[in-house]
């Protein structure tokens, strides 16, 4: 239970890529312990907002969502629309870098997990402990998201449709 609401914030939008770090850093050093859900992607791109004076180290958990790259764009009609290999050169954009080995060479604490307990754990922790701390979430590759996705579209829409009597 939690003793007071959540407050949730976004940056530009749900799937903004830059910047999403340095604002939950920010709203740690101005309001206290700040949780960040954010790709791996939007990470790679806002990195160096971990890069911090001596003695500065908010109390902010990044969580990354890691399904190696622009996950977003595979609910764009261009994931349909162009041949596999180009698509994931242009949009899917898969990262050599390894997001767990750049957290730790900027000197926060890293937790690599790819469950819910895991997960858990980690976040138990991550609250538990001052400063930046990044969990890595290992999720399924983009496509498996996708179609997780548009079944639970599907199944939402035939519900909807059947609570209101229509074919």
């Known amino acids: 239970a939690l ?55 908010p109390p902010c958990t990044v969580v990354v969502a890691d399904n190696g790259g622009g996950g977003i764009f595979s609910f764009l009609p261009q994931a349909g629309a162009l041949p596999g290999e ?11 870098v390894d997001v767990v080995d750049v957290a730790r060479g900027m000197g926060v604490r890293v937790a690599d997990v790819g469950d819910p307990a895991a997960l858990r754990s980690a976040m138990d922790e991550a609250a538990r402990s001052r400063g930046i701390s990044v969990v890595r ?20 829409a035939s519900a909807a449709y059947e609570a209101l009597g229509l074919p």
């Open 137 to 156: 979430v290992r999720l399924p590759g983009r496509q498996v998201n996708a179609a997780l996705h548009e079944e639970l579209h599907r199944q939402m």
């Open 86 to 96: 180009r698509f994931e050169r242009l949009f899917g954009t898969p990262q050599a």
């Open 3 to 57: 003793a007071e609401p959540l407050r949730v914030l976004a940056n530009r939008g749900v799937n903004g890529i830059e910047g999403v770090v340095s604002t939950g850093l920010g709203v740690a050093l101005a309001s206290g312990p700040t949780v960040v859900l954010v790709g791996d992607l939007s990470f790679l791109h806002d990195l160096t907002a971990m890069v911090r004076p001596a003695g500065v180290d």
